[in-house]
């Protein structure tokens, strides 16, 4: 991760940041969490679970999480999968009914420049 500028790894509750998935591995960095730096112009900062009915949004709106693309390391998105999605696309998702449950402990807090905390607590997945 040498190069970038790095975001602190803090979640939205200005915590440290807790692992998204390392199975399949996420992130930006693909290190397994939601961090961040300034070159991530997607804000890969939200993490969450998807849905079959998510995956069918994502590939109707341009970006399918699906398709296995092994020359770059994909294996594709299944349901049930932990994600670091971009912070727009969720957005983008929960104004269409469609937004996956988010883990706040494990999203960065730069979700937040995008994405209000009281739209991420009414998706979050209360973990105990």
Request: net charge negative; charged share 20%.
């Amino acid at each position: 991760m040498t190069g970038f500028d790095l975001e602190p790894s803090t979640n939205v509750f200005g915590e440290p940041l807790e692992p998204c998935s390392n199975d399949p591995m996420t992130g930006f960095f693909r290190d397994g969490s939601c961090n961040t730096c300034t070159e991530d112009h997607g804000s890969h900062t939200v993490c969450v679970e998807v849905t079959e009915a998510f995956l069918q949004y994502s590939r109707f709106a341009g970006n399918d999480l699906s398709t296995p693309h092994p020359e770059a390391g994909f294996a594709g998105l299944r349901p049930g999968d932990r994600w670091c999605l971009c912070a727009s696309r969720w957005l983008q998702a929960q104004s269409k009914g469609m937004a996956p449950r988010v883990f706040l402990n494990n999203t960065h807090l730069k979700a937040l420049d995008i994405v209000p905390i009281e739209l991420l607590k009414a998706h979050a997945v209360v973990v105990n």
